[in-house]
């Protein structure tokens, strides 16, 4: 593993059911990321992790959870999918190694469509 | 509230020719970092550049160049001699000193035609 993989790389969901979207990053990086990217709208954060055990809410957090159980990881849950989730998500780390200003790497993204 | 603005949404330009890619900020914090990321036909996000706040200085690597004016909170990135594989749509960021997430622009189009 090299940087950031996410899986799947596709998925065609069925509104209703529960999806798990995986991320899993190879540079001991703090912070990691989850966007969702739309047409129009540009990058949108759902949620982050500044460090292992910690979460947030980004802009567009709702119908989505995240947890951050070790450094490597960084799942993101859609506890029960809706069309208006459809959508390409990407997550992304960065070192996170002092004050603000650091690049995010970003994974090749997972495309999600909800039927 | 920080924010990021691209007012271009798309730009179609003739192989080898100049374009500017506009980026209007807003923060209210004095030290920020401005970012510029390149997402080609293949989709995956590729960073270019980041900026802090106390430099001013224009950068120059190859055929791109940035424009980092504070006095209109203006981050502007132009290529030189345009080229097909420069097509892509181009993302401008923003973060402040505290280590909060990058805040993206909807980004700009760019098409560049042979």
């Known amino acids: 593993i090299a940087g950031i993989t996410q899986a799947p790389t596709s998925q065609i969901l069925a509104a209703g059911r529960r999806m798990t979207l995986r991320c899993t990053q190879d540079m001991r990086h703090n912070a990691m990321y989850w966007y969702r990217q739309d047409l129009g709208l540009g990058l949108r954060l759902i949620h982050y992790?500044?460090?292992?055990?910690?979460?947030g809410k980004g802009e567009v957090p709702d119908g989505y959870s995240v947890s951050r159980a070790n450094t490597d990881d960084f799942p993101l849950t859609l506890a029960s999918a809706v069309p208006s989730q459809t959508s390409v998500y990407f997550c992304?780390?960065?070192?996170?190694?002092?004050?603000?200003?650091?690049?995010?790497?970003f994974g090749p993204g997972t495309r999600l469509t909800v039927l | 509230a920080q924010k990021v603005t691209q007012a271009q949404t798309e730009i179609s330009v003739v192989e080898k020719e100049d374009v500017t890619l506009d980026c209007v900020y807003e923060?209210?914090?004095?030290?920020?970092?401005l970012f510029w990321y390149k997402q080609p036909p293949s989709g995956e996000l590729v960073f270019l550049i980041r900026?802090?706040?106390?430099?001013?200085q224009n950068e120059i690597s190859g055929r791109y160049s940035w424009n980092f004016q504070k006095s209109t909170s203006s981050f502007n990135f132009t290529i030189t001699a345009s080229q097909v594989v420069d097509s892509a749509v181009y993302f401008c960021?923003?973060?402040?000193?505290?280590?909060?997430?990058?805040?993206f622009g909807k980004g700009t189009r760019l098409s560049v035609i042979a």
């Open positions: 992790s500044n460090t292992a055990g910690t979460t």
């Open positions: 992304a780390s960065s070192p996170f190694s002092g004050p603000g200003g650091n690049e995010q790497f």
């Open positions: 923060t209210r914090d004095t030290t920020y970092y």
């Open positions: 960021a923003l973060s402040d000193s505290g280590n909060t997430p990058l805040v």
């Open positions: 900026r802090n706040s106390f430099d001013e």
